[in-house]
């Protein structure tokens, strides 16, 4: 059987503070952790560390998809209320699509962990073949909502379960996820054979 295809994944921390250096950033190695433990497919990442600048990150986004190539794009960090948070504006700003399920689906489970959960406007949105999708800032909000609690009752699915089948309708590489960590939903009409 083949190898499993090769993804580009974007991943963008937009802080003022951990891009100046007042404090380390631990956004990019928990999302590049979570997704090391997660996807099966050999990934390269593509990383960038902004300050909370419209401009620079709709510049940013746009670099990832347009030129770097990136399948998937998670940012995390800057969607609450305070003046500077402006990650979902700029990521509307370079929209084809907007997908709310995702955001809808994000503070639901954070609900289930802190009751500010309804103070991230975080929002999912297609560019070309790419999915975007804003995470909250404080790094343990990223395995929280990407995984879920699948074993709690009742259970609360992880948004990541939806993202294989969403690169695959946009025409991006087949994303194959360890089980243990979150179970990707497919149609049976579009899943491939499992490995042996
Ligand atoms: N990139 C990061 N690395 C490490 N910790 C972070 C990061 N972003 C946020 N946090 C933590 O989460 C808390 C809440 O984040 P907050 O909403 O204040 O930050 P932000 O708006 O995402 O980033 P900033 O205020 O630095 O621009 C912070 O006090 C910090 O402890
Ligand atoms: N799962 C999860 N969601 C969360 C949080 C969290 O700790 N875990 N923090 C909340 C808080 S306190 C805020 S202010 C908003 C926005 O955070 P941001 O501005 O750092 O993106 O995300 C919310 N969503």
Sequence with gaps: MSEPDHLRV???SVSD????????DKGIPA???????????PITFETRLIPDERPLIAATLTELVDQAGCDLVLTT???????RDVTPEA???????LMPGFGEQMRAISLRFVPTAILSRQVAVIRG????????GQPKSIAETLEGLPRAEPPAPGIFAAVPYCIDLIGGPYMETDPEVIVAFRPKSAQRPPRG
Excluded at 17 to 24: D, K, L, M, N
Excluded at 31 to 41: D, F, T, Y
Excluded at 129 to 134: E, F, Q
Aim: positive net charge; proline residues 7%; aromatic residues 4%.
């Design 10 to 12: 974007g991943l963008v």
């Design 17 to 24: 503070r951990a891009s100046s250096g007042t404090y380390e």
């Design 31 to 41: 999302l590049r952790e979570w997704l090391g433990r997660a996807l099966r497919n």
């Design 77 to 83: 960090g800057g969607t609450g209320p305070a003046p």
């Design 91 to 97: 990521t509307m700003d370079v929209a084809d699509k």
């Design 129 to 136: 073949r790419c999915l975007i999708i804003n995470l909250p």
